[in-house]
Protein backbone atom coordinates (compact mmCIF):
# COMPACT_ATOMS: atom_id res chain seq x y z
CA UNK A 1 0.00 0.00 0.00
CA UNK A 2 1.80 3.13 -1.43
CA UNK A 3 1.41 6.17 0.82
CA UNK A 4 -0.94 8.25 -1.78
CA UNK A 5 -3.59 5.33 -1.47
CA UNK A 6 -3.16 5.18 2.65
CA UNK A 7 -4.17 8.74 2.78
CA UNK A 8 -7.19 8.57 0.62
CA UNK A 9 -8.10 5.11 1.44
CA UNK A 10 -6.84 4.93 5.03
CA UNK A 11 -9.60 6.61 7.36
CA UNK A 12 -12.55 5.24 5.05
CA UNK A 13 -11.51 1.34 4.79
CA UNK A 14 -10.80 2.15 8.76
CA UNK A 15 -14.14 3.47 9.66
CA UNK A 16 -15.86 0.82 6.89
CA UNK A 17 -14.19 -2.53 8.71
CA UNK A 18 -15.46 -0.84 12.19
CA UNK A 19 -18.97 -0.03 11.01
CA UNK A 20 -19.24 -3.49 9.87
CA UNK A 21 -17.87 -4.73 13.23
CA UNK A 22 -20.59 -3.01 15.13
CA UNK A 23 -23.44 -3.91 12.97
CA UNK A 24 -22.44 -7.81 13.24
CA UNK A 25 -21.65 -7.69 16.45
CA UNK A 26 -25.00 -6.54 18.04
CA UNK A 27 -26.28 -9.75 16.24
CA UNK A 28 -23.97 -12.55 17.76
CA UNK A 29 -25.00 -11.52 21.38
CA UNK A 30 -25.71 -9.16 23.99
CA UNK A 31 -23.76 -7.04 26.73
CA UNK A 32 -20.61 -6.72 25.68
CA UNK A 33 -21.58 -7.65 21.69
CA UNK A 34 -23.90 -4.60 22.05
CA UNK A 35 -21.24 -2.07 23.01
CA UNK A 36 -18.53 -3.33 20.54
CA UNK A 37 -21.40 -2.59 18.25
CA UNK A 38 -22.02 0.92 19.92
CA UNK A 39 -18.34 1.42 19.47
CA UNK A 40 -18.38 0.75 16.33
CA UNK A 41 -21.16 2.26 14.83
CA UNK A 42 -19.97 5.62 17.11
CA UNK A 43 -16.67 6.08 15.59
CA UNK A 44 -18.06 7.09 12.00
CA UNK A 45 -20.72 9.44 13.78
CA UNK A 46 -18.02 10.78 16.30
CA UNK A 47 -15.44 11.73 12.87
CA UNK A 48 -18.24 13.07 10.92
CA UNK A 49 -19.17 15.49 13.80
CA UNK A 50 -15.63 16.18 14.84
CA UNK A 51 -14.64 17.01 10.55
CA UNK A 52 -17.47 18.65 10.28
CA UNK A 53 -17.44 20.68 13.24
CA UNK A 54 -13.81 21.99 13.50
CA UNK A 55 -13.37 25.38 12.81
CA UNK A 56 -10.14 25.36 10.68
CA UNK A 57 -9.68 22.38 8.60
CA UNK A 58 -6.48 20.91 8.47
CA UNK A 59 -6.04 21.89 5.06
CA UNK A 60 -3.86 20.05 2.58
CA UNK A 61 -1.89 22.98 1.75
CA UNK A 62 -1.43 24.58 4.91
CA UNK A 63 -0.35 21.12 6.38
CA UNK A 64 2.34 21.46 3.66
CA UNK A 65 3.29 24.76 4.63
CA UNK A 66 3.15 23.56 8.39
CA UNK A 67 5.51 21.10 7.45
CA UNK A 68 7.88 23.46 5.49
CA UNK A 69 7.65 26.14 7.91
CA UNK A 70 8.79 23.46 10.82
CA UNK A 71 11.90 21.97 8.12
CA UNK A 72 13.16 25.97 7.59
CA UNK B 1 -8.22 8.87 -13.02
CA UNK B 2 -8.81 9.53 -16.82
CA UNK B 3 -10.92 12.39 -17.38
CA UNK B 4 -13.40 9.74 -19.64
CA UNK B 5 -13.47 7.89 -16.91
CA UNK B 6 -14.99 10.15 -14.42
CA UNK B 7 -17.48 11.74 -16.72
CA UNK B 8 -18.68 7.95 -17.23
CA UNK B 9 -19.07 7.52 -13.49
CA UNK B 10 -20.18 11.67 -12.82
CA UNK B 11 -23.43 10.38 -15.54
CA UNK B 12 -24.12 7.10 -14.00
CA UNK B 13 -23.60 9.05 -10.08
CA UNK B 14 -25.92 12.27 -11.45
CA UNK B 15 -29.19 9.72 -12.97
CA UNK B 16 -29.16 6.82 -10.53
CA UNK B 17 -29.06 9.67 -7.41
CA UNK B 18 -31.69 12.09 -9.29
CA UNK B 19 -34.34 9.25 -9.88
CA UNK B 20 -34.08 7.94 -6.37
CA UNK B 21 -33.64 11.15 -4.24
CA UNK B 22 -36.97 12.25 -3.39
CA UNK B 23 -37.90 8.81 -2.68
CA UNK B 24 -34.77 8.07 -0.54
CA UNK B 25 -35.65 11.30 1.23
CA UNK B 26 -39.44 10.20 2.15
CA UNK B 27 -37.50 7.01 3.28
CA UNK B 28 -35.05 8.36 5.79
CA UNK B 29 -37.50 11.25 7.08
CA UNK B 30 -40.43 8.15 7.78
CA UNK B 31 -37.47 6.06 8.79
CA UNK B 32 -36.42 8.06 11.53
CA UNK B 33 -39.48 7.95 13.89
CA UNK B 34 -40.05 4.44 12.77
CA UNK B 35 -36.32 3.42 14.69
CA UNK B 36 -37.89 4.61 17.86
CA UNK B 37 -42.20 3.20 17.06
CA UNK B 38 -41.92 1.06 20.66
CA UNK B 39 -40.95 4.41 22.61
CA UNK B 40 -43.15 6.60 20.55
CA UNK B 41 -45.98 4.06 21.05
CA UNK B 42 -45.22 3.91 24.95
CA UNK B 43 -45.59 7.38 25.08
CA UNK B 44 -48.65 8.06 23.20
CA UNK B 45 -49.82 5.02 25.14
CA UNK B 46 -50.81 2.79 22.61
CA UNK B 47 -48.61 -0.11 23.63
CA UNK B 48 -50.32 -3.02 25.52
CA UNK B 49 -48.73 -3.72 28.91
CA UNK B 50 -49.50 -6.47 30.78
CA UNK B 51 -49.65 -6.67 35.01
CA UNK B 52 -46.47 -7.35 36.79
CA UNK B 53 -46.27 -11.10 37.86
CA UNK B 54 -43.66 -13.37 39.26
CA UNK B 55 -41.74 -14.63 35.87
CA UNK B 56 -42.87 -18.35 36.92
CA UNK B 57 -46.58 -17.24 37.03
CA UNK B 58 -48.14 -20.55 35.31
CA UNK B 59 -49.16 -19.83 31.63
CA UNK B 60 -53.18 -19.78 30.91
CA UNK B 61 -53.99 -22.71 27.32
CA UNK B 62 -53.71 -20.94 24.54
CA UNK B 63 -57.04 -22.40 23.43
CA UNK B 64 -58.53 -20.12 26.65
CA UNK B 65 -56.29 -17.15 24.98
CA UNK B 66 -58.07 -17.65 21.99
CA UNK B 67 -61.61 -18.10 23.20
CA UNK B 68 -61.11 -14.75 25.12
CA UNK B 69 -59.56 -12.97 22.03
CA UNK B 70 -62.59 -14.36 19.55
CA UNK B 71 -65.27 -13.46 22.06
CA UNK B 72 -64.29 -9.49 21.43
CA UNK B 73 -64.42 -10.46 17.57
CA UNK B 74 -67.13 -13.22 17.07
CA UNK B 75 -67.79 -12.58 13.61
CA UNK B 76 -64.06 -13.14 12.21
CA UNK B 77 -61.85 -15.63 11.81
CA UNK B 78 -58.47 -15.94 13.73
CA UNK B 79 -54.93 -15.46 11.77
CA UNK B 80 -52.28 -15.27 13.98
CA UNK B 81 -51.57 -15.59 17.21
CA UNK B 82 -47.56 -13.75 18.55
CA UNK B 83 -46.21 -11.58 20.85
CA UNK B 84 -43.09 -9.31 21.20
CA UNK B 85 -39.89 -10.38 20.95
CA UNK B 86 -38.61 -9.17 24.48
CA UNK B 87 -42.29 -9.36 26.45
CA UNK B 88 -44.09 -13.12 26.68
CA UNK B 89 -46.21 -11.72 29.01
CA UNK B 90 -49.17 -11.41 26.65
CA UNK B 91 -50.27 -12.56 23.30
CA UNK B 92 -51.81 -10.61 20.29
CA UNK B 93 -54.73 -12.82 18.60
CA UNK B 94 -55.00 -11.00 14.69
CA UNK B 95 -58.56 -11.30 13.32
CA UNK B 96 -59.79 -10.51 9.85
CA UNK B 97 -62.67 -11.34 7.55
CA UNK B 98 -60.64 -14.18 5.47
CA UNK B 99 -57.21 -15.71 6.64
CA UNK B 100 -56.00 -14.64 3.52
CA UNK B 101 -57.07 -10.73 3.85
CA UNK B 102 -54.44 -8.33 4.59
CA UNK B 103 -56.47 -5.40 5.17
CA UNK B 104 -58.78 -4.40 7.95
CA UNK B 105 -57.34 -6.71 10.62
CA UNK B 106 -58.46 -6.21 14.29
CA UNK B 107 -55.69 -7.26 16.90
CA UNK B 108 -56.59 -8.51 20.23
CA UNK B 109 -54.28 -8.52 23.14
CA UNK B 110 -54.81 -11.23 25.86
CA UNK B 111 -53.02 -11.65 29.07
CA UNK B 112 -50.92 -14.84 28.85
CA UNK B 113 -51.27 -16.15 32.09
CA UNK B 114 -55.02 -14.96 33.25
CA UNK B 115 -56.00 -15.15 29.44
CA UNK B 116 -57.72 -11.59 30.08
CA UNK B 117 -58.36 -9.17 27.44
CA UNK B 118 -55.94 -6.69 28.05
CA UNK B 119 -56.83 -4.42 24.90
CA UNK B 120 -57.71 -4.07 21.42
CA UNK B 121 -54.52 -1.68 19.78
CA UNK B 122 -55.17 -0.49 16.59
CA UNK B 123 -52.16 -0.89 14.48
CA UNK B 124 -54.01 0.61 11.17
CA UNK B 125 -54.42 4.11 12.60
CA UNK B 126 -52.33 7.12 13.45
CA UNK B 127 -49.34 9.19 12.53
CA UNK B 128 -46.99 6.05 13.40
CA UNK B 129 -48.96 3.73 10.86
CA UNK B 130 -49.41 6.52 8.01
CA UNK B 131 -45.46 6.49 8.32
CA UNK B 132 -45.24 3.42 8.35
CA UNK B 133 -47.20 2.80 4.78
CA UNK B 134 -45.40 5.75 3.62
CA UNK B 135 -42.01 3.81 4.01
CA UNK B 136 -42.80 0.07 3.34
CA UNK B 137 -45.67 0.41 0.13
CA UNK B 138 -46.63 4.13 -0.37
CA UNK B 139 -49.85 3.15 0.53
CA UNK B 140 -49.81 0.50 -3.00
CA UNK B 141 -49.00 -2.58 -1.67
CA UNK B 142 -46.79 -4.79 -3.84
CA UNK B 143 -46.08 -2.83 -6.75
CA UNK B 144 -45.52 0.06 -3.58
CA UNK B 145 -43.00 -2.12 -2.23
CA UNK B 146 -41.49 -3.55 -5.29
CA UNK B 147 -41.48 0.23 -6.57
CA UNK B 148 -39.19 0.81 -3.35
CA UNK B 149 -37.23 -1.73 -3.84
CA UNK B 150 -36.12 -0.65 -7.37
CA UNK B 151 -35.31 2.89 -5.99
CA UNK B 152 -33.40 1.16 -3.33
CA UNK B 153 -31.45 -0.69 -5.94
CA UNK B 154 -30.68 2.92 -7.81
CA UNK B 155 -29.31 4.40 -4.13
CA UNK B 156 -27.17 1.16 -4.16
CA UNK B 157 -26.20 2.39 -7.53
CA UNK B 158 -25.40 5.90 -6.54
CA UNK B 159 -23.51 4.88 -3.24
CA UNK B 160 -21.05 3.15 -5.56
CA UNK B 161 -20.38 5.53 -8.41
CA UNK B 162 -20.23 7.51 -5.77
CA UNK B 163 -17.89 6.08 -4.31
CA UNK B 164 -15.84 5.83 -7.11
CA UNK B 165 -15.83 9.58 -7.68
CA UNK B 166 -14.52 9.99 -4.06
CA UNK B 167 -11.22 9.46 -5.30
CA UNK B 168 -10.51 12.27 -7.83
CA UNK B 169 -12.20 15.00 -5.70
CA UNK B 170 -10.43 14.11 -2.22
CA UNK B 171 -7.05 13.18 -3.34
CA UNK B 172 -5.46 16.56 -2.93
CA UNK B 173 -7.53 16.63 0.56
CA UNK B 174 -6.86 15.64 3.57
CA UNK B 175 -9.58 13.02 5.10
CA UNK B 176 -12.18 15.09 6.58
CA UNK B 177 -11.29 18.35 5.13
CA UNK B 178 -14.32 21.01 4.90
CA UNK B 179 -13.14 23.86 2.98
CA UNK B 180 -15.53 26.71 4.49
CA UNK B 181 -13.09 29.83 2.58
CA UNK B 182 -13.79 28.92 -0.63
CA UNK B 183 -17.45 28.66 -2.30
CA UNK B 184 -20.46 27.15 -0.42
CA UNK B 185 -20.39 25.03 -3.32
CA UNK B 186 -17.08 23.61 -2.07
CA UNK B 187 -18.24 23.15 1.39
CA UNK B 188 -21.54 21.83 0.82
CA UNK B 189 -19.22 19.24 -1.76
CA UNK B 190 -16.79 18.96 1.30
CA UNK B 191 -19.50 17.72 3.30
CA UNK B 192 -21.30 15.94 0.87
CA UNK B 193 -17.74 13.56 0.36
CA UNK B 194 -17.11 13.47 4.05
CA UNK B 195 -20.45 12.00 5.12
CA UNK B 196 -21.60 10.27 1.81
CA UNK B 197 -18.00 8.20 2.93
CA UNK B 198 -18.18 7.69 6.01
CA UNK B 199 -21.82 6.50 6.47
CA UNK B 200 -20.83 4.54 2.98
CA UNK B 201 -20.96 0.69 5.13
CA UNK B 202 -24.26 1.31 7.16
CA UNK B 203 -26.11 3.03 4.07
CA UNK B 204 -25.17 0.21 2.27
CA UNK B 205 -25.89 -2.44 4.38
CA UNK B 206 -29.13 -0.69 5.38
CA UNK B 207 -30.28 0.25 1.63
CA UNK B 208 -29.61 -3.58 0.67
CA UNK B 209 -31.52 -5.35 3.67
CA UNK B 210 -34.33 -2.55 2.42
CA UNK B 211 -34.40 -4.03 -0.84
CA UNK B 212 -34.53 -7.92 0.09
CA UNK B 213 -37.35 -6.77 2.48
CA UNK B 214 -39.41 -5.30 -0.21
CA UNK B 215 -39.37 -8.63 -1.78
CA UNK B 216 -40.49 -10.30 1.40
CA UNK B 217 -44.28 -11.19 -0.30
CA UNK B 218 -43.20 -12.50 -3.62
CA UNK B 219 -40.39 -14.65 -1.41
CA UNK B 220 -42.99 -16.23 0.88
CA UNK B 221 -45.17 -16.93 -2.09
CA UNK B 222 -42.53 -18.52 -3.76
CA UNK B 223 -41.55 -20.92 -0.87
CA UNK B 224 -45.66 -22.07 -0.61
CA UNK B 225 -44.99 -23.20 -3.82
CA UNK B 226 -41.83 -24.80 -4.21
CA UNK B 227 -41.83 -25.78 -0.62
CA UNK B 228 -44.95 -26.30 1.42
CA UNK B 229 -46.78 -27.94 -1.92
CA UNK B 230 -44.83 -30.80 -1.83
CA UNK B 231 -45.04 -31.14 2.01
CA UNK B 232 -48.77 -30.77 1.69
CA UNK B 233 -49.56 -32.92 -1.60
CA UNK B 234 -50.82 -35.82 -0.02
CA UNK B 235 -53.91 -32.73 1.27
CA UNK B 236 -54.01 -32.08 -1.79
CA UNK B 237 -57.84 -33.47 -2.27
CA UNK B 238 -59.16 -33.33 1.35
CA UNK B 239 -61.60 -30.93 2.37
CA UNK B 240 -59.99 -28.65 4.85
CA UNK B 241 -61.10 -29.54 9.05
CA UNK B 242 -64.38 -28.12 10.17
CA UNK B 243 -63.15 -28.09 13.53
CA UNK B 244 -59.52 -27.18 14.90
CA UNK B 245 -58.27 -29.77 17.21
CA UNK B 246 -56.71 -27.69 20.73
CA UNK B 247 -54.17 -24.83 20.11
CA UNK B 248 -52.78 -25.55 22.96
CA UNK B 249 -52.25 -29.52 22.15
CA UNK B 250 -50.67 -28.65 18.89
CA UNK B 251 -48.51 -26.09 19.85
CA UNK B 252 -46.99 -28.58 22.52
CA UNK B 253 -46.64 -31.04 19.79
CA UNK B 254 -44.42 -28.13 18.17
CA UNK B 255 -42.65 -27.63 21.51
CA UNK B 256 -41.62 -31.16 21.76
CA UNK B 257 -40.32 -30.92 17.55
CA UNK B 258 -38.14 -28.33 18.57
CA UNK B 259 -37.26 -28.30 22.60
CA UNK B 260 -34.25 -25.95 22.23
CA UNK B 261 -36.94 -23.29 20.59
CA UNK B 262 -39.50 -21.35 21.70
CA UNK B 263 -42.48 -19.90 20.15
CA UNK B 264 -42.47 -17.13 17.81
CA UNK B 265 -45.75 -16.71 16.12
CA UNK B 266 -48.46 -19.05 14.93
CA UNK B 267 -50.62 -19.28 11.47
CA UNK B 268 -53.66 -20.10 11.59
CA UNK B 269 -54.84 -22.57 8.91
CA UNK B 270 -55.46 -21.13 5.62
CA UNK B 271 -53.09 -17.84 5.83
CA UNK B 272 -50.48 -17.21 3.64
CA UNK B 273 -48.00 -18.57 6.25
CA UNK B 274 -49.76 -21.55 6.81
CA UNK B 275 -51.68 -24.26 4.61
CA UNK B 276 -55.35 -24.96 4.79
CA UNK B 277 -54.93 -27.83 7.10
CA UNK B 278 -52.39 -26.55 9.15
CA UNK B 279 -51.88 -24.60 12.24
CA UNK B 280 -48.21 -23.54 10.97
CA UNK B 281 -46.04 -22.74 14.30
CA UNK B 282 -43.05 -21.00 13.72
CA UNK B 283 -40.17 -21.68 16.75
CA UNK B 284 -37.10 -19.45 17.01
CA UNK B 285 -33.79 -19.67 19.10
CA UNK B 286 -33.34 -17.15 21.50
CA UNK B 287 -29.74 -16.17 21.36
CA UNK B 288 -29.86 -12.22 19.31
CA UNK B 289 -28.83 -14.10 16.17
CA UNK B 290 -31.14 -17.56 16.08
CA UNK B 291 -34.01 -15.56 17.82
CA UNK B 292 -34.73 -14.35 13.82
CA UNK B 293 -34.57 -17.66 12.54
CA UNK B 294 -37.57 -19.16 12.63
CA UNK B 295 -38.47 -22.83 11.96
CA UNK B 296 -42.14 -23.89 11.29
CA UNK B 297 -43.21 -26.82 12.78
CA UNK B 298 -46.56 -28.16 10.46
CA UNK B 299 -49.53 -29.15 13.04
CA UNK B 300 -52.66 -30.79 11.25
CA UNK B 301 -55.42 -28.67 12.83
CA UNK B 302 -58.15 -31.64 12.24
CA UNK B 303 -56.31 -34.54 13.74
CA UNK B 304 -53.41 -32.34 15.77
CA UNK B 305 -50.58 -34.92 14.71
CA UNK B 306 -46.94 -33.73 13.59
CA UNK B 307 -46.93 -33.30 9.90
CA UNK B 308 -43.17 -32.05 9.41
CA UNK B 309 -40.52 -29.48 11.46
CA UNK B 310 -39.73 -27.47 7.87
CA UNK B 311 -36.02 -25.95 7.44
CA UNK B 312 -36.50 -22.57 5.77
CA UNK B 313 -34.68 -22.11 2.39
CA UNK B 314 -31.87 -19.78 1.83
CA UNK B 315 -33.78 -17.01 0.63
CA UNK B 316 -35.97 -16.71 3.77
CA UNK B 317 -33.12 -17.05 6.13
CA UNK B 318 -31.47 -14.05 4.40
CA UNK B 319 -34.76 -12.38 4.67
CA UNK B 320 -35.03 -12.90 8.08
CA UNK B 321 -31.39 -12.04 9.00
CA UNK B 322 -31.61 -8.76 6.79
CA UNK B 323 -34.35 -7.61 8.94
CA UNK B 324 -32.55 -6.45 12.33
CA UNK B 325 -29.66 -5.13 9.97
CA UNK B 326 -32.57 -2.67 8.08
CA UNK B 327 -34.64 -1.67 11.65
CA UNK B 328 -31.13 -1.28 14.43
CA UNK B 329 -33.54 -2.45 16.88
CA UNK B 330 -30.93 -5.27 18.18
CA UNK B 331 -28.56 -3.68 19.60
CA UNK B 332 -30.44 -1.43 22.78
CA UNK B 333 -31.48 2.22 22.78
CA UNK B 334 -27.45 3.57 22.03
CA UNK B 335 -27.59 1.54 19.32
CA UNK B 336 -31.10 3.57 18.07
CA UNK B 337 -29.55 6.47 18.65
CA UNK B 338 -26.76 5.90 16.63
CA UNK B 339 -29.13 4.53 13.74
CA UNK B 340 -30.98 7.45 13.91
CA UNK B 341 -27.90 9.89 13.53
CA UNK B 342 -26.76 7.88 10.51
CA UNK B 343 -29.91 8.27 9.36
CA UNK B 344 -29.73 12.10 10.02
CA UNK B 345 -26.18 12.09 8.04
CA UNK B 346 -28.01 10.36 4.85
CA UNK B 347 -30.36 13.00 4.87
CA UNK B 348 -27.77 15.50 4.76
CA UNK B 349 -26.08 13.14 2.04
CA UNK B 350 -29.06 13.65 -0.18
CA UNK B 351 -30.01 16.60 0.44
CA UNK B 352 -26.41 18.23 -0.50
CA UNK B 353 -26.28 16.03 -3.60
CA UNK B 354 -29.46 17.61 -4.90
CA UNK B 355 -28.44 21.35 -4.36
CA UNK B 356 -24.95 20.43 -5.62
CA UNK B 357 -27.30 19.86 -8.97
CA UNK B 358 -29.58 22.52 -8.90
CA UNK B 359 -26.12 24.77 -8.57
CA UNK B 360 -24.32 23.15 -11.27
CA UNK B 361 -24.80 26.17 -13.53
CA UNK B 362 -21.61 28.17 -12.58
CA UNK B 363 -19.08 29.99 -14.61
CA UNK B 364 -16.41 27.56 -13.29
CA UNK B 365 -17.21 23.56 -13.01
CA UNK B 366 -17.43 21.86 -9.69
CA UNK B 367 -14.28 19.74 -10.59
CA UNK B 368 -12.17 23.00 -11.36
CA UNK B 369 -13.39 24.63 -7.82
CA UNK B 370 -12.84 21.67 -5.85
CA UNK B 371 -9.74 21.03 -7.51
CA UNK B 372 -10.33 17.35 -8.67
CA UNK B 373 -7.37 15.51 -9.80
CA UNK B 374 -8.20 14.68 -13.39
CA UNK B 375 -5.41 13.10 -16.08
CA UNK B 376 -6.44 14.92 -19.09
CA UNK B 377 -5.02 12.39 -22.34
CA UNK B 378 -2.16 14.78 -24.01
CA UNK B 379 -3.30 18.00 -21.46
CA UNK B 380 -5.19 19.84 -23.77
CA UNK B 381 -6.75 22.94 -22.80
CA UNK B 382 -9.79 21.64 -24.87
CA UNK B 383 -10.05 18.65 -23.18
CA UNK B 384 -10.75 20.26 -19.93
CA UNK B 385 -12.79 22.89 -20.87
CA UNK B 386 -15.03 19.82 -22.56
CA UNK B 387 -15.39 18.40 -19.15
CA UNK B 388 -16.46 21.32 -16.89
CA UNK B 389 -19.10 21.62 -19.51
CA UNK B 390 -20.12 17.79 -19.12
CA UNK B 391 -19.72 17.74 -15.92
CA UNK B 392 -21.84 21.30 -15.62
CA UNK B 393 -24.66 19.97 -17.60
Not at chain 1, 3 to 25: D, E, H, K, M, Q
Not at chain 1, 35 to 54: F, K
Not at chain 2, 254 to 267: D, G, N, Q, Y
Not at chain 2, 303 to 320: F, R
Amino acid sequence: MNAAFRRLWGWPLLLGLVTAIGLISALVGDGAYDMLSWLGLGMPVAVSLWCAGRKKPASHEASLKRRAAKKG
Amino acid sequence: MKSSTIKTWAWIHKWSSLACTVFMLLLCLTGLPLIFHHEIGHLLGTEVEAPEMPADTPRASLDRVLEAAQARQPDKVPQFLSREIDDDSFWYVTFADHPLAQGDTKTVAVDARTAKVLAEPKFDEGLMYILLKLHVDLFANLPGKLFLGLMGVLLLVAIVSGTVLYAPFMRRQDFGTVRRNNSPRVKWLDLHNLLGIVTLVWAMVVGTTGVINTWADLMLKYWQHDQLSTLLAPYKNQAPPERYASLQHSYELARAAEPSKTLSFIAFPGTAFSSPHHYAIFMRGDTPLTSRLIKPVLVDAGESKLTASVDLPWYLTALLVSQPLHFGDYGGMPMQILWALLDVFTIIVLGSGLYLWLKRRQPRSLIEEAEAVVDFPSGSAAAQGDLSKESAS
